[in-house]
Nanobody, 125 residues
Framework: QVQLVESGGGLVQAGASLRLSCEPT????????MGWFRQAPGKEREFVAA????????AFADSLKGRFTISRGKAKNTVYLQMNNLKPEDTAVYYC??????????????????WGQGTQVTVSS
């Protein structure tokens, strides 16, 4: 049962920006830590970014710092991933996921119990 829905993906040229959104479908995740992961063809799913349920702490993959930001909406139920200066190697399916309301942000996919179906991001050179 899908409980999260991602949107905002698409086909862009290198250097462009995209903002992905993640919204719940049947329940609130305002008190959950939220994360974004991505999976490119033939590769394992990798951590992109995460934000604590309070919105006060974030984490990013080292290779993405400075280009990607993560935030929560005012009601903390929607999560956004702002992606700037996109590169062809950013091409992947991007997934939103919800973890429990922990005090530590997890970078491990297995920690996240709820997942969306993903949104495709394709960056052309």
């Amino acid at each position: 049962q899908v409980q999260l829905v991602e949107s905002g993906g698409g086909l862009v040229q290198a250097g462009a920006s995209l903002r992905l959104s993640c919204e719940p479908t049947e329940r609130t995740f305002s008190s959950y830590n939220m994360g974004w992961f991505r999976q490119a063809p033939g590769k394992e799913r990798e951590f992109v970014a995460a934000i604590m349920w309070t919105g006060g702490s974030t984490a990013f993959a080292d290779s993405l710092k400075g280009r990607f930001t993560i935030s929560r909406g005012k009601a903390k139920n929607t999560v956004y991933l702002q992606m700037n200066n996109l590169k062809p190697e950013d091409t992947a399916v991007y997934y939103c996921a919800a973890d429990a309301p922990k005090t530590i942000i997890s970078r491990t996919a297995s920690s996240y119990a709820y997942w969306g179906q993903g949104t495709q991001v394709t960056v052309s050179s």
